[in-house]
């Protein structure tokens, strides 16, 4: 993680060099990987909180977790604070838990470039990942295009059916949950709405029904369930051959984001332009790590500079 981390010249290789290995040792994996999750929703809305609750049920059940929280820059000091009290919560010592923080505004390029890498080590390491951005409607898109399962985490009253239509919010999601169930009936208002939103629109994956579930980060209500519904998304995609899928998807984001963000616009164009260069990245036939050091190449050496 730190290898990722080093801006120092020769590091970077370095670190591409060990993601090309891990990539490869994941290919000639028999079973799934990793279980890669993104947690979204509205600032406030419990998100880390209930992340926390989710991680304790989890390693009650013998699994090891992996988390990458992505920050506004101006809250950074409370990411670490997170860090330090899912740490404390989960046992200082249990070697089953990491947590790193992230501050966005590390975010050059897009959510992919900062973090796949780190989710690809994690991934190699821990059997479930999770990654926490706050939800400002775009960040659903882009983080779906990482994970393997998008959590939403909708609070009570956080508004009608139309809003959450207007925000976009519905059509990514693989799982909702309505968190702070303990308040009441405004809860299972929230939910209610969720579900009648859903029923309106189409959803990405024609033979998953998204579970609108009933939560509460502080009282414990339905973590079991939650950590249930993530559990058949998971068997779902495995069985249906979706994840495959994903994975392509989110290689895809990967190459494209971290091209973009190191040799800009200009740089793309060099390669024939956005478009090339994301059906470029498409073909690169599971080597994410490899497609984007080759293709960067091959862009240094039109733009004239030494590979
Ligand atoms: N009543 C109640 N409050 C909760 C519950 N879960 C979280 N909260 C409270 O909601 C507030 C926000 O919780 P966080 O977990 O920090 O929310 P978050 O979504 O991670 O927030 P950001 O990271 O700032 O976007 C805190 O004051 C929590 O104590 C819950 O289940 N019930
Ligand atoms: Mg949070």
Redesign the pocket.
Known sequence: MNLLDDRRPGRREAALGLLATLERAAAAQTNAGAARIGIT????????????ALVRRLRARGQTVGIVAV?PSS?VS?GAL?GDRARVRSGARDRGVFFRSMAARERLGGLADATWPSMAVLSAVFDVVFV?T?GVGQSEAEVTELVDTLLF?A?PGAGDVLQFMKAGILEHPDVFAV?????GAAAERTAGELAAGLSLGAQADADWRPPVLL?????GRGIDELADALAAHRAHLVASGELAERRRRARTAYVSDTLERRYGSFGVERIGGREALRARADAGHGAGFETALAIGREIEAALGKPA
């Open positions: 929703g509205a600032p406030g809305a419990g998100k880390s909180t209930l992340l926390d920050d809250r409370g997170l926490e706050v985490v609070q968190n702070k169930a303990d308040v939560v509460s980060a502080r009282d």
